[in-house]
């Protein structure tokens, strides 16, 4: 009898690790810590595609209208490693429709690293970066932020929806630059 518990225990671990693997193709990891009235967010995640190309996804400012939430994503300016993008995001917490807008400065160095941060808009604070590295044939995608609301919600309430929703909106983010592979395959060449 205990033999057989034992048995039925490791195969429903083995299903349960595989099913895990199945729904994580691409080794998505998604923290969101409170710090003094703002989120520290950090995140990561692997794609089968070269470091080019992984570049080319994370600065295609106007194709950010594809991922969720992101209503506008508009270049106003670009100067030399610097570019300005105006957004307006829509998202949906208990219920209430919440919309903000942002002036985002991103400064490039390519095929390395990104940072952004908000020059105004209708958050306190939201700056950060994201950093590439070659792991094998993936790259290896590396976010890490400051978000700091401006809202009359409670920050719980926001931080149970972030905690609740962020691990997915990475999830989405890798399943889209897996998919760009083909076509921002052209601009490394």
Known sequence: MMKWFACLLLILSAIQ???HENTNPYDVHATVITENGHF???ASYEVAIDICSAY????DYEGAKNMPGILESKIISRTRNKVRVQRLIREQILFIPIEMKSLMEYTETPNKLLIFNQLSGDSKEYRGSWRLFEVRDKTLFKYDAIFEPDSSIPLFVIEYFMKNSIRGRFEVMAQKAAQS????SFACN
């Open 56 to 59: 080319a996804f994370i600065t």
């Open 40 to 42: 520290r967010i950090q």
């Open 181 to 184: 592979k083909s076509a921002e």
């Open 17 to 19: 690790i595989h099913a």
